[in-house]
């Protein structure tokens, strides 16, 4: 494909991806770029889970287990063992992966939510081990004193490079949802979603698909909570409770389950939401949150990125009947 | 040739038998049919073959293959293709994307192939995309490509579900109930279309309702009442034969 070519066909992409990145030129204020940095890995998680959710119609309701993975793989292997940071990220993604695969095995061979149920249970249960597991997590005291990222001399702790790397890492995992979407494996999973026996007599191998990305999503919660902690420096287990895992699957919902776009913009909405919001009052934010979810659910059941077909929407719904073009009536 | 033998094949869904000691044997190039009242095991028989399901008791082999051994998504591998009765399109993918689907089986691009279009996976696209639009301009709908298929009228429907089993390049076509709901001038069309896809090599066994429609395109016709085979032969025959002609009776008065 040339480049003119290339550039036509993932227009929008590019866009956004220019604004994310030029971003830190024009923005000094530290806390400000600290909420972009949050953004970054809020929307890898969210990649990952609108795969899953909306391309295969899974549900996760123990995401944050695998930030956790990946949090606290990061923060244990380097600062008890001195492990190099982008290998323990690794290694930390590779549990992951693992522990997905264990769970998605037996769940997604069943008919019904079993995974959702599944993934509950399994959320409880790392939560408490981060607090139990004293010797390895130091409990709720959390781990402090995690270095930065560096690669040769650059040292990604300083906020602008930790954006452009961060953002670059979340942009590159957004174009690969985007391709997966448009390719054999996410027709595949959609097709699975929407009609399995279909799929299945098309010789569509749905257990093995279905399995395969939630693996991924949880490769991609990992890597997230691996930045995560690379950026922050100090991690304990409060931020992994059931509530995270609803956040996320409320970010994705709110942004829209029908289009990998929806992760970008629920991810920026769920960020960018509480600092207004803090303005007026801590509490509201939930509340807020909750309502939103409830108004989203029923009347914009595309999400966030539905938002587009609304002007067409009430142009239609206002104009006189007479007055619509043939096609449309 | 015998391209797919029925032997004994008995179906139990937990007390009631759906299919009893069923035997019959599909050669190749044929259209075959596979009659019988509502509820007389036809879908039932269908599942089997392609797959999906077991039978409780019995063998379907296709060439030297046991399908009651095959995984569910399997049975399309060996070129065993169907359609549904009860519309099993992927409502909110485009037509063109729903007959990609069928190109699945087909194609190689795994995940990282497909997470980072590779060469090979966008010339491999490319294939899908010319091969899928062919099996579209088969069955006539080549004009609704980017239609969602939730959007097309139920003849459609299973028009775009016979464009998406072709695309797999099925040796045997399952078509269930393919008429219903059409007019005469549609099922005219469909029956030009299954002589086209038959005389392409394809063997066919379909399920219907429409006598005229099968006395028509049929070779052969299997009457199924109640799970059991009570008739097969040529369609003529079939017209003529008592138990046949008491079956459909029956099933009209009650
Ligand atoms: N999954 C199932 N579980 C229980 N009973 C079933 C199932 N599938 C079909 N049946 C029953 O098996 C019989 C045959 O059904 P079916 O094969 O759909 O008939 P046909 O396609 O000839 O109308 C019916 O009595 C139906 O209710
Ligand atoms: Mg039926």
């Known amino acids: ?329 | 040739m015998p391209i797919m033998r029925v032997e004994d094949v008995s179906k139990n869904f937990g007390g009631l038998d759906a299919l009893k000691r069923v035997s019959f044997t599909l050669y190749e190039g044929q259209v075959k049919a596979l009659i019988g009242p509502n509820g007389a095991g036809k879908t039932t028989l269908f599942n089997l073959i392609s797959g999906v399901d077991r039978p409780t008791a019995g063998h379907i082999y296709f060439r030297d293959h046991d399908l009651g051994t095959l995984r569910r998504h399997e049975a399309a591998g060996l070129g065993i293709g169907r359609t549904f009765q009860h519309s099993k399109v992927f409502d909110d993918m485009t037509v063109l994307d729903n007959v990609k689907v069928g190109r699945y089986q087909r194609g190689r691009a795994g995940i990282f192939s497909s997470f980072f279009s590779l060469r090979r996976h966008r010339n491999e696209e490319r294939q899908v995309r010319e091969t899928a639009f062919e099996a579209l301009k088969r069955v006539g709908l080549e004009a609704q490509a980017g239609e969602l298929a939730g959007n097309l009228p139920m003849g459609d429907r299973h028009l775009l579900e016979i464009a998406r089993s072709l695309a797999t390049e099925p040796t045997v076509l399952l078509l269930d109930e393919p008429a219903a709901g059409l007019n005469n001038d549609e099922t005219d069309r469909l029956a030009d279309l299954v002589r086209q896809i038959r005389d392409n090599g394809v063997t066919i066994l379909l399920v219907e309702h429409d006598m005229g429609f099968v006395m028509d395109i049929s070779d052969e016709v299997v009457v199924l009442d109640y799970g059991k085979k009570i008739a097969e032969g040529p369609p003529l025959m079939i017209q003529n034969d008592e138990e046949v002609i008491r079956a459909y009776l029956g099933d009209d008065l009650a």
């Open chain 1, 1 to 329: 494909m040339g480049i003119v070519a290339y550039a036509r066909k993932h227009a929008a992409f590019l866009a956004f991806s220019a604004v994310a990145m030029c971003a830190p030129l024009f923005i000094g204020n530290k806390y400000y770029l600290s909420i972009l940095a949050f953004t970054a890995t809020r929307l890898m998680v969210a990649l990952g889970l609108n795969l899953l959710m909306g391309q295969a119609g899974q549900v996760s309701l123990g995401h944050a287990a695998f930030v956790a993975i990946g949090a606290y793989g990061s923060a244990v292997m380097t600062t008890r063992w001195s492990v190099n940071p982008w290998l323990a990220m690794l290694v930390a993604a590779l549990l992951a992966a693992g522990v997905a695969a264990i769970l998605g095995v037996p769940t997604l061979k069943l008919r019904g939510h079993y995974l959702a149920m599944a993934t509950l249970g399994f959320g409880e249960i790392v939560f408490i081990l981060l607090v139990q597991l004293k010797g390895l997590t130091l409990g709720t005291d959390g781990i402090s004193g995690i270095p930065s990222l560096t690669i040769g001399s650059l040292d990604f702790g300083r906020p602008r490079a930790y954006h452009w790397l961060a953002w670059g890492v979340a942009l590159l995992m957004l174009r690969m949802s985007l391709n997966l979407v448009d390719s054999r494996v996410g027709r595949s999973l959609r097709a699975l979603d929407r009609a399995e026996i279909a799929a299945l007599s098309l010789g569509v191998n749905t257990s093995f698909r279905k399995v395969q990305v939630f693996v991924v999503s949880a490769v991609f919660a990992s890597v997230a909570g691996s930045f995560y902690v690379h950026y922050i420096h100090y991690i304990s287990p409060d931020s992994f409770s059931v509530t995270f895992s609803v956040v996320l699957v409320t970010t994705v919902v709110l942004g829209g389950l029908g289009n990998v776009w929806g992760a970008v913009w629920g991810s920026i909405f769920m960020l960018f939401l509480p600092e207004y919001l803090k303005r007026f009052n801590q509490d509201y934010t939930n509340l807020v949150f909750g309502l939103m979810l409830i108004v989203v659910m029923i009347f914009l059941p595309g999400g966030l990125v539905g938002l587009r077909h609304v002007p067409a929407r009430l142009r239609r719904r206002f104009t006189p009947p007479d007055a619509l073009p043939a096609e449309d009536t």
